[in-house]
Nanobody, 115 residues
Framework: QVQLVESGGGLVQAGGSLRLSCAASGRISSSSAMGWYRQAPGKQRDLVAI???????NYADSVKGRFTISRDNAKNTVYLQMNSLKPEDTAVYYC?????????WGQGTQVTVSA
């Protein structure tokens, strides 16, 4: 099993920044891809950004140039730096890890961006 614990969400004004962290523990593979997804009320959960164990990244078009995903493999931690936040970024953000072919999710952290 893998446990994912997110932190760093909160309330911020439009144009502001937040940094999310996700610490993984348990049976996590050194080759795990990790990422962030988000789900707004009444909408499906969508990919925000993903990073491979080697550092390759992929972003949703809506966050390119504003969000940056990074990871510290020694700490099994993935980060999401979110800049120039917009009200439409408001959602619950979930950390995700794929380890030994299994999909794991964190409990989610709320990000609210006020206009």
């Amino acid at each position: 099993q893998v446990q994912l614990v997110e932190s760093g969400g909160g309330l911020v004004q439009a144009g502001g920044s937040l940094r999310l962290s996700c610490a993984a523990s348990g049976r996590i593979s050194s080759s795990s891809a990790m990422g962030w997804y988000r789900q707004a009320p009444g909408k499906q959960r969508d990919l925000v950004a993903i990073i491979s164990s080697g550092g390759s990244t992929n972003y949703a078009d809506s966050v390119k140039g504003r969000f940056t995903i990074s990871r510290d493999n020694a700490k099994n931690t993935v980060y999401l730096q979110m800049n120039s936040l917009k009200p439409e970024d408001t959602a619950v953000y979930y950390c995700n890890a794929i380890s030994y072919g299994n999909n794991f999710w964190g409990q989610g952290t709320q990000v609210t961006v006020s206009a």
